[in-house]
């Protein structure tokens, strides 16, 4: 395992499915876990134990979104129940993927690693504008000028899969899904309601 790449890791099954390809590639992994206020924290634990499975270096950065303007990061809006609807939903962190990306891209080109990993996907999703095809293609470019490294790329090897793909996927991957998390509440147990719920659920339905 000589390549080296960054992956983002959340402790969802997008990401969980991400880190094993990645491993299934094979790259020597570095995790990036954000505690960025979310009140789902829950999610960290779970992904500092996906992280330990698939024996990845990991690390967990704490950084502040003090100007909140998500149900994500404040507690007044409450975190809606999935509906199929237009529009970007409440639960969208303000440039929240741009910022990811800027940390793993710095990372990335302290450590000598040549690719980024990050489980976004644009079929089944919340429609959230950073996690559409176009965004990755033109933070791709911007890479080519972004550093003194060259070569550095995002992969989103889950873009274009459905749910049920990425859980297929996962099950090909040994990916250990009870050790993910994916509800926006962070509650003792998943709400079943939310968007990141039902997503879920379509994936195993």
Same mark, same amino acid.
């Given at each position: 395992?000589?390549? =080296?790449?960054?992956?983002?890791?959340?402790?969802?099954? @997008?990401?969980?499915?991400?880190?094993?390809?990645?491993r299934?590639?094979?790259?020597?992994?570095?995790?990036?876990? $954000? @505690?960025?206020?979310?009140?789902? /924290?829950?999610?960290l634990? %779970?992904?500092?134990?996906?992280?330990? #499975?698939?024996?990845? @270096?990991?690390?967990?950065?704490?950084? /502040?979104l003090?100007?909140?303007?998500?149900?994500?990061?404040?507690k007044?809006?409450?975190?809606?129940?999935?509906?199929? !609807?237009? +529009?970007?939903?409440?639960?969208?962190?303000? !440039?929240?993927?741009?910022? %990811? #990306?800027?940390f793993? #891209?710095?990372f990335?080109e302290?450590?000598?690693?040549?690719?980024?990993?990050?489980?976004?996907?644009?079929?089944?999703?919340?429609?959230?504008? @950073?996690c559409?095809?176009?965004? $990755?293609? /033109? %933070?791709?470019?911007?890479?080519?000028k972004?550093?003194?490294? =060259?070569?550095?790329?995002?992969?989103?090897?889950?873009?274009y899969?459905t749910?049920k793909?990425?859980?297929?996927? +996962?099950?090909?991957?040994?990916?250990? $899904?009870?050790?993910?998390?994916?509800?926006?509440?962070?509650? =003792?147990?998943?709400? +079943? /309601?939310?968007d990141?719920? %039902?997503?879920?659920?379509?994936?195993f +339905?």
């Amino acid at each position: 395992m000589s390549k =080296r790449a960054v992956v983002l890791l959340s402790g969802g099954m @997008d990401s969980a499915v991400t880190l094993f390809y990645a491993r299934q590639k094979g790259y020597k992994t570095y995790c990036l876990i $954000f @505690d960025y206020g979310q009140r789902h /924290k829950k999610e960290l634990e %779970f992904a500092k134990k996906l992280a330990r #499975l698939a024996r990845s @270096d990991h690390r967990v950065l704490k950084i /502040k979104l003090p100007w909140k303007n998500s149900a994500l990061l404040d507690k007044k809006i409450s975190v809606p129940e999935y509906r199929k !609807a237009s +529009g970007i939903p409440v639960t969208y962190v303000p !440039a929240r993927n741009t910022i %990811f #990306l800027s940390f793993a #891209l710095s990372f990335a080109e302290a450590i000598g690693a040549r690719v980024i990993f990050i489980g976004a996907n644009a079929r089944d999703f919340s429609g959230y504008p @950073d996690c559409r095809p176009l965004y $990755f293609k /033109k %933070f791709n470019e911007l890479l080519k000028k972004a550093t003194k490294a =060259r070569g550095i790329k995002i992969q989103t090897p889950l873009l274009y899969k459905t749910k049920k793909d990425i859980a297929k996927l +996962g099950g090909k991957l040994k990916v250990p $899904f009870e050790l993910t998390w994916s509800c926006y509440k962070g509650g =003792r147990k998943p709400c +079943g /309601k939310c968007d990141a719920c %039902f997503l879920r659920a379509k994936g195993f +339905g």
